[in-house]
């Protein structure tokens, strides 16, 4: 029996269906499983998403492009291939996409976290025979604490830096770790002001009925008015740019995965690293793993070496995909979480 | 042991001075003296031994994490520190530990170095089980010997000299002195009682800063004194009671290293304190640094090595004369005593005056810096006549105007992960130049690129590595970069028979195509321009 997919120049491609799964170059047809732009691609003709996801593409790759959508779990063949797509938990509209042809059933898991996110529906792990499974924190250091505890310490920053008249200017992923923050934040402790690319995707998400504490976009006349009280949140590459100044003095912080590491956050010179991210930690991984019963396992993005030992050592038939992005994610506090990667156009 | 790694994450949470000047003031008012004194101790870099070899501690932590050892290998290279590493491995806890610091410190870090390895591992397991998460950071800190954070000795001080009510660099003197991490010693730091009859303590080193403007700001020329920049080991020399101490830098005690600075000492009044360099010296000339670097090397001095890199002491300043501390005296009038008590001395014990460097103005000077690399020195010093010697490194009245550096352009071949700060970046660099048609290494630098420029050459590593040999990645031959460095040396333990001094990257070449990178013989003009004499095979890189 040939394999379903392939791991070809452009990506992941499911010969006998005529389509790749996030593509990092045009191609006909792209299955894409999320919007972050290391997995969503300009260029291809034709695109298949799910429904929940859909909004955030058509902002990501624009209006005109030709997309189709499918409810999760909702089938389609392509090619005698049944294709339908799973919630993934990482961000807004994320999946994993399930293959099936002549009995066997593969699985691409897109990126994806275990822990609980009010901003998308939560992972479903698929049974599958082959799993192809990120790997993006696939090393024993990195647990992530309870996301409530996380806030908390949000929050206790923020009263602090109030204290000290200082504004909390909190760098986090434009689309995803920024909307979950809002979700979690307490907006009776102060204004939260937010960065023009994280307010331009606000509209998709209370069009998608997700409850955001209230927040303003961040102009000079507000910036300067809330100075040492507000909560600002902008993206990484915000970082050290001159729009931060109209905030008067700061305590800058970070919000990712990388921040379980001192090294990552000492190096950007944030005050604070909040460890909350929207991919699975260890446990997550192997647990995700474990429970879609899979086989053969191809691990890519991140800590590769290490997942493909340990799994091969657990008696699966496990091995590294390379992908694109390999580089920029696997480089700590740099990689896909915090900044737009530098492949994705 | 709860207010240390509070105050431990709160110094390691800011970067602004006077946030880690407040944190360390409230821990010192705070703190019990017995634990204050530990805390200091380990604050201004003070270091027990490693009390435990690094090995056991992995596997420690792979027993009881149920782990393999290369996974507990694979997250300490992604980590690059591995008192962290340990404390991410285990199972959280964030229940803190109440026992004091100072208990700490005697029963789980002293009491852990003289155990045979099994009882180490019970001691180990059962404090793991006991300390919270932040706790045991900074106990695998302490056991490892790796206790560091961010700030500097004087930001100590200062809080220190606040609790304390008197002036920093008051304490700053204090702390030089000889104390035990006691709480009647702490009490004595902060009172000042009994320490003036310390006859060993020596007085902090007076630090320049690197000259960053016009010479013509500095004003008139006459207001000035110069001298040769020494490439030596800066020391201190104490003649007190009819001992001889001499001090490095380091705050390291180095009196058995060098006898001769000892028999100059011994000639030397009693109640004196010399400001000076020591420097390996033949035919009235300096050595290469080199030279001296094997006599700190070695552990055992024969007549050979005595033989091999005889030794001076360059004296340039006068700390105490007569018993007196005359470090508030203009240089004019410290410079006068000096030659006084030298001159005599030059012809019977290993001592030079460091000569002042006449010139009739500042292009007159300038002339004169160019000479530098030919008179084995490192460049000029520049000492205000009026001022008085100060304490630690302060802008105004010292400069130090060191000679421009060499440079070449070279391609880089090889990559490593850095640690700390660095840990998990490819931020370790070596460098080649071409012999024929093969790069042949030259030199390895960590410095001189910005953040943005570091992740970009770790981005190119990553996606141009042709072979790996464990954590080296061999690169594509692509990169340029023009390095700076120091000096230039024969070597016998480097693949290109050279070995270059200080070197670190002054400016990204992406104008350049690596073919267009310097040759090995380009590297060998350098060297036959400029080395000085007595060049010697073995050369130590210093970094």
């Known amino acids: ?345 | 042991m709860q207010r240390f790694t509070q105050l431990y994450l709160d110094l390691d949470r800011t970067n602004r001075t006077a946030d880690k000047v407040r944190a360390l003031s409230e821990y010192f008012a705070s703190a019990p003296p017995e634990d204050a004194a530990w805390a200091l101790y380990f604050l201004i870099g003070r270091k027990i031994k490693r009390a435990i070899k690094t090995g056991l501690l992995r596997e420690f932590v792979a027993a009881e994490t149920h782990l393999p050892g290369w996974l507990v290998d694979e997250s300490y290279e992604a980590v690059g520190d591995l008192a962290e590493t340990l404390a991410l491995l285990l199972e959280p806890n964030s229940r803190p530990c109440s026992e004091p610091l100072h208990r700490l410190v005697s029963d789980r870090v002293l009491r852990l170095k003289g155990l045979p390895p099994d009882q180490q591992r019970r001691l180990v397991i059962s404090t793991w089980h006991e300390l919270s998460t932040p706790q045991r950071l900074v106990w695998h800190k302490l056991i490892t010997g790796e206790f560091r954070v961010g700030v500097q000795r004087t930001l100590v001080a200062r809080a220190l000299a606040a609790v304390a009510g008197v002036a920093a660099p008051i304490i700053e003197h204090r702390l030089m002195g000889h104390w035990d991490p006691t709480a009647e010693d702490f009490r004595r730091l902060l009172t000042g009682e009994s320490h003036v009859s310390d006859p060993g303590r020596p007085y902090p080193f007076y630090l320049a800063y690197p000259l960053d403007m016009p010479l013509e700001q500095l004003g008139d020329i006459a207001l000035w004194q110069a001298e040769w920049k020494w490439d030596g080991i800066r020391a201190e020399l104490l003649r007190r009671h009819g001992q001889v101490l001499v001090w490095s830098r380091g705050e390291e005690l180095v009196t058995d290293r060098f006898p001769e600075v000892v028999e100059v000492g011994a000639a030397l009044p009693d109640g004196t304190v010399l400001d000076g360099e020591v420097l390996a010296w033949r035919d009235d000339l300096p050595l290469p640094f080199a030279v001296l670097q094997r006599r700190i090397g070695r552990t055992r001095l024969d007549a050979g090595t005595l033989s091999e890199a005889p030794c001076v002491f360059m004296a340039y300043d006068l700390l105490e004369l007569a018993g007196e501390d005359v470090r508030h005296r203009p240089l004019q009038w410290r410079r006068g005593e000096l030659e006084r008590l030298i001159a005599p001395l030059i012809d019977h014990a290993p001592v030079r005056l460091s000569p002042v460097v006449l010139a009739a103005d500042w292009n007159h000077l300038a002339q004169l810096h160019n000479e530098s690399r030919d008179r084995h020195v490192e460049g000029l010093m520049l000492k205000r006549l009026a001022a008085g010697y100060g304490v630690g490194r302060q802008r105004g009245d010292w400069w130090k105007w060191k000679s421009e550096p060499y440079s070449i352009d070279a391609v880089l071949i090889y990559a490593q992960r850095g640690h700390g700060r660095r840990a998990s970046l490819y931020t370790d660099y070596t460098f080649g130049v071409w012999d024929g048609g093969t790069l042949v290494p030259i030199a390895k630098a960590y410095s001189g690129l910005s953040d943005a420029e570091i992740r970009e050459v770790d981005a190119f590593v990553r996606a141009h590595t042709v072979e790996r040999f464990g954590p080296v990645r061999v690169v594509e031959a692509k990169l340029v970069f023009e390095l700076h460095f120091e000096g230039i040396q024969v070597s016998a333990r480097h693949k290109a028979g050279i070995a270059v001094r200080f070197p670190r990257m002054a400016n990204w070449r992406r104008d350049k195509p690596a073919e267009e990178a310097d040759t090995l013989d380009t590297v060998r003009a350098l060297l036959a321009a400029h080395a000085p004499a007595g060049s010697v095979a073995g050369f130590v890189q210093h970094e």
């Open chain 1, 1 to 345: 029996m040939s394999d379903l997919l392939l791991n070809t120049e452009k990506g992941l491609y499911c010969p006998a269906g005529g389509f790749y799964v996030d593509p990092w170059a045009p191609v006909d047809r792209a299955i894409v499983t999320h919007a972050h732009s290391d997995h969503a691609h300009f260029g291809s003709r034709r695109y298949l998403s799910s429904r929940e996801g859909a909004e955030l593409l058509r902002l990501r790759l624009g209006s005109e492009i030709d997309l189709q959508t499918l409810d999760y779990d909702e089938p389609l063949t392509i090619g005698g291939v049944r294709v339908s797509l799973h919630p993934a938990g990482h961000i807004l509209g994320s999946s994993q996409v399930r293959l099936e042809q002549h009995g066997q059933v593969w699985v691409v898991s897109g990126d994806y976290k275990t822990a609980a996110d009010p901003t998308c529906t939560p992972l479903e792990p698929v049974r599958c025979h082959t799993f192809v499974t990120e790997s993006t924190f696939g090393l024993p250091i990195y647990r992530w604490p309870p996301a409530e505890h996380v806030l908390a310490d949000v929050h206790a920053w923020w009263q602090e830096n109030q204290r000290r008249k200082r504004t909390s200017v909190l760098f986090a992923y434009a689309l995803g770790k920024a909307q979950r923050l809002l979700a979690g934040l307490d907006g009776s402790l102060g204004p939260i002001l937010v960065h023009g690319a994280i307010e331009r995707l606000l509209p998709a998400y209370r069009a998608a009925g997700i409850q955001l504490a209230a927040c303003e976009h961040a102009t000079a006349e507000n910036s300067r008015e809330h100075r040492g009280r507000a909560l600002v949140l902008a993206p990484p590459s915000a970082m050290g740019s001159a729009w931060l100044r109209k905030f008067g003095a700061l305590s800058p912080a970070l919000a990712s995965g990388w921040m379980q590491i001192r090294g990552a956050r000492r190096r950007r010179a944030m005050d604070r690293g909040f460890v909350l991210s929207d991919h699975a930690d260890w446990d997550g991984l192997l647990t995700t793993i474990a429970a879609t019963g899979a086989q053969q396992v191809w691990v890519t993005h991140g800590h590769v070496g290490p997942m493909v030992r340990w799994l091969t050592e657990q008696g699966l038939d496990a091995r590294a995909v390379a992908t694109r992005f390999e580089g920029e994610l696997d480089e700590v506090g740099g990689g896909v979480e915090l900044d737009e990667p530098v492949g994705a156009g």
